[in-house]
């Protein structure tokens, strides 16, 4: 484990490199791509006075935005079309990719990294947000 990761004791944080992490066991996630996703981010940034919560980026492919959320915070509640959350549930398990805070990670990186172990995306905030977003109301 690096230096940075034990300031923020955050254990699922890889050393190096980047791995995939179950969701639904530290966190769930919510993942918008492209320029959706990045406007979302953006967004979330300026709700939050510049601290949303953890955010991954991935660079290549769909170019997703991943929203680190609590546990089992996703499940069970409707989001908008063209959002794919991550969870676990009976017959259900889902992988979130999650980077180093250094190093090479390539594709992916942090968009806002951890600042501490149980700081998360407020959900009902990026729901919220992402249904304005999709639904055209500023």
Do not use: C
Request: glycine residues 10%; proline residues 10%.
């Amino acid at each position: 484990m690096n230096e940075e990761n034990r300031d923020v004791n955050v254990d699922w944080i890889p050393a190096s490199g980047f791995q995939l992490r179950k969701a639904g066991v530290q966190f769930d996630a919510v993942r918008v791509d492209g320029d959706e996703g990045r406007l979302l981010a953006d967004r979330m940034e300026v709700l939050t006075g510049g601290d949303p919560g953890p955010v991954v980026i991935e660079a290549n492919g769909r170019r997703g935005v991943y929203f680190l959320v609590p546990p089992g915070s996703t499940a069970r509640k409707t989001w908008p079309r063209g959002v794919t959350r991550f969870n676990s549930g009976p017959a259900h398990v889902s992988y979130v990719p999650v980077p180093a805070l250094t190093g090479r990670t390539w594709p992916l990186s942090w968009r806002f990294p951890p600042s501490s172990p149980d700081r998360f995306v407020h959900p009902l905030l990026l729901r919220s947000a992402v249904t304005e977003q999709f639904n055209g109301v500023s």
